[in-house]
Protein backbone atom coordinates (compact mmCIF):
# COMPACT_ATOMS: atom_id res chain seq x y z
CA UNK A 1 0.00 0.00 0.00
CA UNK A 2 1.37 3.22 -1.21
CA UNK A 3 1.03 6.67 1.57
CA UNK A 4 1.03 9.75 -0.52
CA UNK A 5 1.81 12.66 1.22
CA UNK A 6 -0.99 15.25 -1.40
CA UNK A 7 -1.55 18.30 0.95
CA UNK A 8 0.22 20.52 3.65
CA UNK A 9 -1.97 23.14 5.61
CA UNK A 10 -0.11 26.59 5.54
CA UNK A 11 -1.56 29.35 8.18
CA UNK A 12 -1.93 32.21 6.75
CA UNK A 13 -3.69 35.77 7.71
CA UNK A 14 -5.40 37.22 4.56
CA UNK A 15 -6.76 34.16 2.03
CA UNK A 16 -6.74 36.35 -1.11
CA UNK A 17 -3.21 38.20 -0.41
CA UNK A 18 -1.87 34.52 0.08
CA UNK A 19 -3.71 33.25 -3.00
CA UNK A 20 -2.31 36.24 -5.24
CA UNK A 21 1.16 35.58 -3.75
CA UNK A 22 1.61 31.80 -4.53
CA UNK A 23 -0.31 31.85 -7.71
CA UNK A 24 1.13 35.42 -9.11
CA UNK A 25 3.84 35.57 -7.94
CA UNK A 26 5.20 31.74 -7.09
CA UNK A 27 3.87 29.92 -9.82
CA UNK A 28 1.01 27.66 -8.22
CA UNK A 29 -2.03 26.10 -9.80
CA UNK A 30 -5.04 27.89 -8.29
CA UNK A 31 -6.89 24.15 -7.80
CA UNK A 32 -9.72 24.81 -5.65
CA UNK A 33 -11.28 27.58 -3.56
CA UNK A 34 -14.97 27.03 -2.46
CA UNK A 35 -17.09 27.42 1.02
CA UNK A 36 -17.98 24.28 1.49
CA UNK A 37 -20.41 25.89 4.48
CA UNK A 38 -20.60 28.53 6.80
CA UNK A 39 -17.21 29.38 8.28
CA UNK A 40 -15.11 27.35 5.98
CA UNK A 41 -13.07 28.33 3.15
CA UNK A 42 -10.63 26.01 1.58
CA UNK A 43 -8.35 27.12 -1.16
CA UNK A 44 -6.13 24.50 -2.93
CA UNK A 45 -3.32 25.64 -4.59
CA UNK A 46 -0.57 22.99 -6.33
CA UNK A 47 3.21 23.74 -7.33
CA UNK A 48 3.81 22.16 -11.57
CA UNK A 49 4.53 19.07 -11.39
CA UNK A 50 3.82 18.32 -8.08
CA UNK A 51 1.78 15.60 -6.80
CA UNK A 52 1.27 17.47 -3.08
CA UNK A 53 -0.59 20.70 -2.62
CA UNK A 54 -1.04 23.56 0.05
CA UNK A 55 -4.04 24.60 1.52
CA UNK A 56 -4.84 28.06 2.85
CA UNK A 57 -7.78 29.07 3.73
CA UNK A 58 -10.39 30.21 7.01
CA UNK A 59 -11.40 27.94 9.59
CA UNK A 60 -9.15 24.69 8.54
CA UNK A 61 -6.75 25.12 11.30
CA UNK A 62 -6.27 26.69 14.69
CA UNK A 63 -2.57 27.13 13.76
CA UNK A 64 -1.14 31.03 13.76
CA UNK A 65 -0.25 32.96 10.45
CA UNK A 66 3.19 32.22 9.33
CA UNK A 67 3.88 29.25 11.35
CA UNK A 68 4.02 26.71 8.81
CA UNK A 69 7.24 24.27 9.40
CA UNK A 70 10.35 24.88 6.44
CA UNK A 71 8.63 24.09 3.23
CA UNK A 72 10.97 22.70 0.42
CA UNK A 73 9.91 22.35 -3.24
CA UNK A 74 12.50 20.49 -5.61
CA UNK A 75 13.39 21.84 -8.95
CA UNK A 76 15.38 20.94 -12.06
CA UNK A 77 17.09 24.61 -12.38
CA UNK A 78 17.28 26.50 -9.49
CA UNK A 79 18.67 29.44 -11.46
CA UNK A 80 15.46 29.72 -13.57
CA UNK A 81 13.49 29.26 -10.34
CA UNK A 82 15.71 32.37 -8.30
CA UNK A 83 14.96 34.43 -11.83
CA UNK A 84 10.95 33.20 -11.88
CA UNK A 85 10.57 33.98 -8.49
CA UNK A 86 12.69 37.39 -8.53
CA UNK A 87 11.10 38.29 -11.31
CA UNK A 88 7.70 38.31 -9.77
CA UNK A 89 8.35 40.69 -7.12
CA UNK A 90 9.46 38.06 -4.27
CA UNK A 91 12.15 38.57 -1.75
CA UNK A 92 14.12 35.24 -2.63
CA UNK A 93 17.86 34.36 -1.32
CA UNK A 94 20.88 34.63 -3.79
CA UNK A 95 21.77 30.84 -5.02
CA UNK A 96 23.04 29.16 -1.40
CA UNK A 97 25.59 26.29 -3.03
CA UNK A 98 25.87 23.30 -0.65
CA UNK A 99 27.04 19.63 -0.97
CA UNK A 100 23.71 18.32 -0.77
CA UNK A 101 21.99 20.47 -3.33
CA UNK A 102 21.14 24.46 -4.48
CA UNK A 103 19.03 26.46 -2.64
CA UNK A 104 17.10 29.70 -2.77
CA UNK A 105 14.83 31.03 0.29
CA UNK A 106 11.70 32.80 0.68
CA UNK A 107 8.78 33.90 2.98
CA UNK A 108 5.06 34.42 1.86
CA UNK A 109 3.42 37.69 2.85
CA UNK A 110 3.16 35.84 6.99
CA UNK A 111 6.73 34.49 6.88
CA UNK A 112 5.97 31.22 6.67
CA UNK A 113 9.58 29.72 4.83
CA UNK A 114 10.11 27.82 1.98
CA UNK A 115 13.24 26.44 0.73
CA UNK A 116 13.54 25.62 -3.06
CA UNK A 117 15.70 22.78 -3.92
CA UNK A 118 17.89 21.47 -6.75
CA UNK A 119 19.97 18.13 -6.15
CA UNK A 120 22.76 18.29 -8.23
CA UNK A 121 22.76 14.38 -10.34
CA UNK A 122 19.13 13.77 -9.69
CA UNK A 123 17.56 13.05 -12.31
CA UNK A 124 14.30 15.24 -13.18
Known amino acids: MDWKL ?3 FVPVSDVD ?3 DFYVNKVGF ?13 FVQLTPRGSACSIC ?3 GLTDAPPGSAPNLQIVVSDIHAAH ?3 KNNGVDVSDVDVQAWGHFVYFADPDGNKWAVQYIPGRES
Open 6 to 8: ELV
Open 17 to 19: RAK
Open 83 to 85: DHL
Open 56 to 58: IGE
Open 29 to 41: NADFDERPMDGIR
